[in-house]
Structures are given as C-alpha cells and as structure tokens.
C-alpha cells in the first residue's frame, strides 16, 4: 500500500475562506486608506493659504478673511468627549455591577431593553431635548449650584449660559452611555463565579466581592468600553451642534459656549463659498481623523499600563 | 466520639430550584480531625460542604432547611451574618480560583486585607505559605502574578489564602480533582499537617483518597447519608449495601 503524501494541498474549501477574510479585512483599511486620501485631495488647496502647523496650532477661525486655525475645534471636541466619559463611565459602570451582581433576574431583560433603546434615539431628537430641557435647566439649576459649590475650580467660573461645554458633554454622556453600559454588562457577565466564590470564602461581603474579584478581572474590559464611547463622542455632531454655542474660542469655563470639529464642518459645509474654505473644512475632517487615531492610541498604552502587574501593588 | 463535634448538621434538606438535593442530613464533624465526604457525581456531597458555610445559597434559586451548629450555634439563625461565619469557616474549591489580577503574595494578603487584620502582614503571609507547603517555592517570587504557578501550586496558594483568615474549618471541595498524583500527593500530605490545627471537611471523589486522608467517611448516594462512621470500619466493614457496593467500585 502506497504511503499517503504528507504534503497534500490544504483543503481547497480552507483556503477559499481563508482568502475571502483576508479580502474583507484588506477591504476595510482599503476603505479607511481612500477616505484619508479623499479629504487629503480635497485640502490641498488650503496649502497655499496656512502651513499645517498655523491650522492645527491657530486659535482664530474666520474664512472671509482666509484666517484658518482648527485649535478652539479641537479643544471643544476634546473637552466635551473628556466630559462624556468622565459621567458615562462610573454610571455605566454601577448600572452593571447592578444589573449583573445585584437586580433580580426578572429586572434585567427590562433594564437592558430601556439601555438598548437610548441608544436607538436619533441624535438630533437628544439635540432637541438638549436644546428644551437640558440647556434651561442647567442655566437656570445646575450652573448656578456647581459655580458656587466649585467655583474655586476654573471649570466651573463664569456666568451660566445653558448652551456650552457642560452641556454638550452632558448630551454625549447620555449617548454614549448604552454603549460602555452595554459592554460592561457583557464583561462583567464573564467574571468567572469561582473568583466571586474564591472571595465570599475568605468571608468578602458582597461589595468587596465585587471590588476584590470581579472588578479587577472586568477592568480592561471596561476600559475598552469606555474607549468605544469615547469614539463614539469624539466624532457625533447633531447633537452636539445644538447645545455647543458655536463660539469658535477656548474658555476653561464649561460653562462656556464652545465649538467642535464635526460641528464647525456640519454647520459650514453648505455655505462654504470658495476652494479654500471647503479645503478648511476637509482639513478639519484630517484633524479628527488623527485626533480620534491619536486618542485611541493614547488610551490603550493607558491600558496597558495599568493593565500589567498586580492590582494592589506592593511587593 | 469523645469531644463535642465542631460542625453539626440536623435535619438538613437543601433545595435548588424546587428540587430537593439534600434530605434530612444529620451529621456530626468532629473537632481537629478529617471527615470525609463520599459518593457518586451528584449525589449532594458538594451542597452539603456548601451548606456548612451558606456559600450554598448565594447560587440563585437555592435554599436551605434545618440547622448547622458551629460550636452549638446555629449558623442560620436569624442574627448571624454569613460573612462573618465565612471567617471562621473558610473554603477551598475544586478548580483553583487565585484573584488574577493579583500577585502570590497579594493573594495570601487579601483575606488579611478584608478582615482588617493589622500588623505585619509580610509574616502573615509567610506563615500561611509555609502551612500550605508553597513557601519554598514562591519565596523569590512573590511578587509575581499568581496565574505563574501550576496549578498544584495555585491550590496550595488557595489554601494558603484560606488559612490567612484563621479559620476554625477547613472546607474543601475535590480540591485535588484538577490535579496530577504527584500535586495530589502534596495536597494530601498537606492536610495530614492542616488537621493538628484545624477541623476539615473534604468532599472527594477518590476513595483512595479518601481512604489515605481521614478520619471518618461520609458516604452520601442521591441526596441522602447512607452512611458514617470511622473510615476504616466504611472502607472494610460498612454497614449498609450501598456503602459496600459504592467503595468496592461496583458503581460510581
């Protein structure tokens, strides 16, 4: 009996899949490749009127004049993502350790059901209920309170207009939320119960159970979560063009009206007359870009970090 | 029996979702000693070892009837706190469960840490390494992530965990089931020196296991005590059918 060839071909089917996954997940920098090269085009034009350095670093924004610097965008895209995460997280994060450790069973399919549907709520309906409800409230309650009990902190000086940082962050902490909230729930759903049982044997209360055991096992998983908000914030533009101001300046205030990049191009892009300022507004979308690049990256050395070694420390 | 029994189960039943998988149990442990729990996949030796420190009725849907004495005092009587019952009857399960994110000291130092224990941690920790048998083989590293041990050694870890509350039982649940003869050995070996100062519980599926560690055998079948008495009279000369046909390997 002949011996069977060790080298036999793979089987065809293997290879077919195989080749078909790697077409997709070309297809999908491809994607990515194409779109920076397409803004990169459309900007070009802007070369002729600012260096890269005066558009990222310039703080004044006044097309008649040909005057381009993105830096007050930047801030406000930065400071009301940093809010949004800031709130999101430990509310997404208690919601979880309720739903997952402590609601009845009966709670839970509700709970994540009302979480499922805020994040199915069109941003410019969150925009309008920013505009209504948010926006008076907290010039007329929030504000005003924040700036007297924290009023020794910059962020919370200056008169209470309603539309601002504050609020945009506040809109975007409520959109992003079902997002990190949904995700913790997922990870916290993964913590092995012998690690929950491993700390009520040493005689761990259910809170420390949950801060000995669970918690430090979910961390990085939460931490991605939150990351997926923060993208998600970084680059929604609806809502936040409805309650930010659109007041191309920085202000430490949060009270402040501010501006961000999506918006300035959304607000913009219909009545941009001329090359040069539809090749601002494309650059723009290049600050994002990299802006959003940036910040992930940032972040998962964050993780990384604080994801090595043990949890509490010495020796 | 000469001392009064350390642990005492009276008229247990224990349930889980409506199904009753323990009925009336009447056990007694005796102090400073080994007990073993005996019998086939599901017959209610692990609930039983989970009643004894009420881990049994955190798993949703499960309850439990009767009364367990620790020293003479009903362990589910209305003013006793688990937690705190958990403190002195502590447990070891079947699968090593070392806190990950921690390292091997850390993990000696968590039971240390939850009950505010003060004062010299570091030779706590040393000494409840040593009565677990690991010492010599972590003390360069301690500061290591626990999930760098094998897993003999991340059970002995657990049980050095275990002891670092100064517990009065031992409980432990097939805590050599995921372990080769030679960790199992150890382990073995281990509570020979555990029982001088502690009471212990063992549920094992190993009869010579059994045999080898304790004093008094247990034999559980389908949520009922078949049988208890010292191990050698349940290994040579038990009692009841069951007990004889289950240790002779005649099913099981």
């Given amino acids: 009996m002949p011996a069977a060839p060790l080298r036999a071909l793979r089987n065809p089917g293997d290879r077919a899949w195989s080749a078909l996954l790697m077409v997709l997940g070309g297809a999908l920098l491809a994607v990515a490749g194409i779109i920076v090269l397409a803004l990169w085009d459309v900007a070009r034009p802007l070369g002729g009127v600012v260096s890269l350095k005066q558009f990222v670093t310039g703080q004044e924004w006044d097309p008649t004049s040909d005057a381009f610097g993105a830096l007050a965008f930047v801030y406000g895209t930065v400071v009301t993502s940093l809010v949004a995460v800031v709130v999101a997280v430990p509310v997404s994060v208690g919601l979880g350790i309720f739903l997952v450790e402590m609601a009845p069973a009966r709670v839970r399919p509700v709970v994540s059901f009302l979480i499922e549907t805020l994040a199915a709520i069109p941003s410019v309906v969150y925009g309008l209920w920013g505009l209504f409800v948010l926006v008076p409230w907290l010039r007329t309650s929030v504000e005003p309170l924040l700036g007297r009990a924290l009023g020794f902190l910059p962020l919370f000086q200056g008169p209470p207009i309603g539309l601002g940082y504050l609020a945009a962050g506040l809109i975007l902490a409520v959109m992003i939320l079902p997002t990190i909230a949904s995700i913790t729930i997922e990870v916290l759903r993964t913590v092995p119960s012998t690690l929950r049982e491993g700390a009520y044997g040493l005689g761990a209360t259910r809170w420390e159970a949950i801060r000995m055991a669970v918690l430090p096992y979910a961390r990085s998983g939460i931490v991605g979560g939150a990351l997926l908000g923060l993208g998600r914030a970084l680059g929604e533009t609806m809502a936040v063009t409805m309650v930010i101001g659109n007041s191309p300046t920085i202000q430490t205030s949060l009270f402040a009206p501010g501006y961000t990049l999506p918006s300035v191009i959304a607000n913009e892009f219909a009545e941009a007359t001329g090359e040069v300022h539809t090749a601002a507004l494309a650059g723009l979308g290049l600050v994002l870009f990299g802006l959003t690049v940036i910040l992930n990256a940032l972040a998962r050395l964050l993780v990384q970090a604080v994801g090595r070694g043990p949890a509490m420390g010495r020796p | ?252």
Avoid at chain 2, 16 to 34: H, M
Avoid at chain 2, 108 to 116: C, E
Avoid at chain 2, 177 to 206: G, W
């Fill in chain 2, 1 to 252: 029996m000469s001392a009064p029994a350390k642990l005492t189960a009276v008229d247990l039943h224990a349930f889980f979702r409506g199904t009753e998988v323990l009925r009336d149990v009447s056990l007694e442990i005796p102090p400073l000693s080994v007990t073993a729990i005996i019998g086939p996949s599901g017959c209610g030796k692990s609930t039983f070892l989970r009643c004894l420190n009420r881990m049994h009725e955190l798993t949703p849907g499960a309850h439990a009837t009767g009364r367990i004495e620790l020293d003479g005092q009903d362990v589910y009587g209305r003013d006793v706190d688990p937690v705190h019952l958990r403190r002195r009857v502590g447990m070891v399960f079947q699968r090593p469960n070392p806190f990950p994110t921690m390292s091997i000291f850390d993990n000696v130092a968590a039971g240390l840490r939850l009950n505010r224990i003060r004062g010299d941690h570091e030779a706590s920790v040393e000494r409840c390494l040593r009565q677990a048998a690991l010492w010599d083989e972590v003390k360069d590293r301690l500061g290591a992530s626990a999930l760098g041990l094998s897993g003999g050694q991340q059970q002995r870890l657990c049980i050095a965990r275990a002891l670092a509350v100064e517990p009065e039982v031992l409980l432990m649940d097939e805590p050599a089931s995921a372990l080769d003869p030679i960790a199992t050995a150890k382990i073995e070996d281990l509570i020979h020196e555990l029982k001088t100062r502690y009471t212990i519980a063992i549920v094992t599926h190993n009869m010579q296991q059994a045999a080898r560690v304790s004093d008094r055998t247990a034999f559980f079948y389908m949520g009922d005590l078949v049988e208890v008495g010292p191990t050698e009279q349940i290994f040579t000369t038990p009692r009841e059918q069951r007990t004889e046909d289950y240790v002779t390997g005649k099913f099981g």
